[in-house]
């Protein structure tokens, strides 16, 4: 089922969406996976963000979470992430900048007392209707969001991280087939799949594993702050299932991938997660 016609301004707040994604992991019941293990993750304020740093949090994890501004959705996660009884540390800032992107693995490291899970999430997007529409600071803007904070983050954290640990990277259906409207974005998250890949063989020595998750349609504020309202209407209309993800459906399979006990032997892999879309290759 569509959603109703809305739109917001840049980057979206949670309590703004009608309706509001399921993104507290009610319901969800752990079991230990990641006990005692601390994570960070890059734009867990809301959407995926916020139900990984939840599902962590309700598997025993810490979480650091590191967003924009949207102070409001990240003072809800740090909420759920203290109900479930662990430790939730907040770091605004734009990721966008090289530097920051080093500061919130420091931050990490100082309030947590280490790191041993990395999920880089935070992700930006903008349509447009003509490849010439795409000026040089909206494509550099995307890479610097999308890829390069990826990169950034991740080699601050290899410092502390080591045998046992593990990355998961989101990465995105637009990575995998591409899309006329979203070209920089697109480009961006096959990047991420490459990059993955080759992640893996470089830090598989090390014993830490990277994987990626690569999901289709998901209702995150995302969603009606970067799309036309008509779009929002039909968004996730066309998947097999005919509706987008909730944030909630995804999360498992980020616990899946950072959880040793789940996939010990799985790295240089990406877990689509596409509503019932089937891709060649």
Known sequence: ???????????????????????????????GLL????????????GIGRAVAVAFAKEGADVAIAYLEEHEDAERTA??????????????????????????????????????LLVNNVAYQKPAERPEDITDEQWEHTFNINMHSFHRVTRAALAHLGEGDAIVNCASINGLRGNK??????????????WTYSMAQALTPRGIRVNAVAPGPVW??????????????????????????????????????????????????????????????
């Open 1 to 31: 089922m569509g959603k109703p016609g809305q739109q917001q301004e840049r980057p979206g707040r949670t309590g703004e969406m009608r309706p509001e994604p399921r993104d507290a992991m009610e319901g969800y019941e752990g079991r």
């Open 35 to 46: 006990q005692d293990r601390r994570a960070l993750v890059t734009g867990g304020d809301s």
């Open 79 to 116: 909420e759920l992430v203290r109900a479930a009884g662990r430790r939730c540390e907040l770091l605004p800032g734009d990721l966008g900048d090289r530097d920051h992107c080093a500061a919130v693995v420091d931050a990490t490291v100082k309030a947590l007392g280490g790191l041993d």
């Open 181 to 194: 409207t979203l070209i920089d974005y697109s480009a961006t998250k096959g990047a991420v799949l490459a």
């Open 220 to 281: 995150t504020p995302l969603i009606p702050s970067t799309l036309p309202e008509d779009h929002v209407e039909d968004f996730g209309g066309k998947t097999p299932m005919g509706r987008a993800a909730e944030p909630d459906e995804l999360a498992p399979s980020f616990v899946f991938l950072a959880a040793n006990r789940m996939s010990s032997y799985i790295t240089g892999e990406v877990v689509s997660v596409l509503g019932g879309e089937t891709l060649p290759g």
